[in-house]
DNA sequence: CGGGATGTCATGGGATAGCATGGGAATTTC
DNA sequence: GAAATTCCCATGCTATCCCATGACATCCCG
């Protein structure tokens, strides 16, 4: 279950999004209905993607690593603390497909990614990313030059 | 079963509540058609929700966890001990909805909430919350501040 | 090796179903 | 018997179902 490749998807004028084939084959096999949506915690403008399991999985090891294991009756009583997972779930929408592998893309999605005909659906390994095709375009300069600098300063060369 | 999403929803003059379809979706299937509401045990002008399964679990996890094997039954008989299951549900009400999913929202919580005309709902995976629109506005902010700083402070920065 | 056939993918759009909400009427409650 | 609660119907909107199309890619058989 790997997410790969940058694929431009039209937003139809209902406002559906087709997840593509090349992600879909990418959920698990007895969960091919529906994924899960949810903003990014810290870069905003962009809105990440996964399947409920990756998702499920994600916030397991986000309250193990925030709680240690003794603190889950804890975080299920106390509303005061702060809960990174219980934060991201909030931010969360469990998005079903259609049996061609359309979805409609909720509102408060749209409107931070501020797409009004195309998306950009990025694989990230782990999850996928759902951006603004023309902020992707800027991110994607950025990082390649990154990627040469992370690189060239990997050791090896001694 | 985990609940997702924040979402506002009008509260009528007749004090009427709707239960999302997103949330109604989470409940048992064999358990459609109530629910449960309860006070949080330590923010006040926050309500909890939960399938009546999802609370009857918490609640024996806390038993079990808070008081071990014995404790449970040395609370089952001593009533001068301290039992926060107890204190727990006594705070709770099973609410009972329409078929179309609608429910009077009882006026002790209505009063906590401060609500008048619209309550938010918001998921937070385990179970969910009825907020002030207004009040959960700001303690998404903070949060969200939270969440950056979280995520900045994991290691593997280096 | 070529070209028709088949299949899948991304997209468009009409028709229908379900959701959130409002409100009237019947029923309960004290 | 007046106020609150519950049942039921109505409505606008959005999402979903389902059918259709063109572009590719793959397959198959001569």
Not at 42 to 63: P, Q, W, Y
Not at 92 to 108: C, K, N, Q, V
Not at 124 to 132: A, I, S, T
């Amino acid at each position: 279950m790997a997410f790969r490749s940058e694929i431009l998807i039209k937003l139809d004028k209902k406002g559906r999004v087709l997840l593509p084939a090349a992600f879909r084959d990418e959920l698990p096999a007895d969960d091919r209905g529906a994924f899960v949506l949810y903003h990014s915690p810290n870069l905003s403008g962009v809105v990440n993607g996964n399947s409920r399991a990756g998702f499920d999985a994600m916030l397991d090891r986000l309250r193990a690593e925030a709680l240690g294991p003794k603190g889950a009756l804890k975080v299920a009583l106390d509303d005061e603390a702060f809960d990174p997972a219980g934060y991201l779930s909030a931010s969360a929408r469990t998005i079903a497909m259609e049996p061609d592998g359309r979805f409609s893309l909720p509102a408060e999605f749209a409107s931070v990614l501020e797409v009004s005909d195309g998306v950009m659906l990025v694989g990230k390994g782990d999850k996928f990313q759902l951006w603004n095709p023309g902020r992707w375009q800027a991110r994607r300069d950025t990082d390649r030059d990154k990627m040469a600098a992370f690189v060239r300063g990997l050791g090896g060369d001694a």
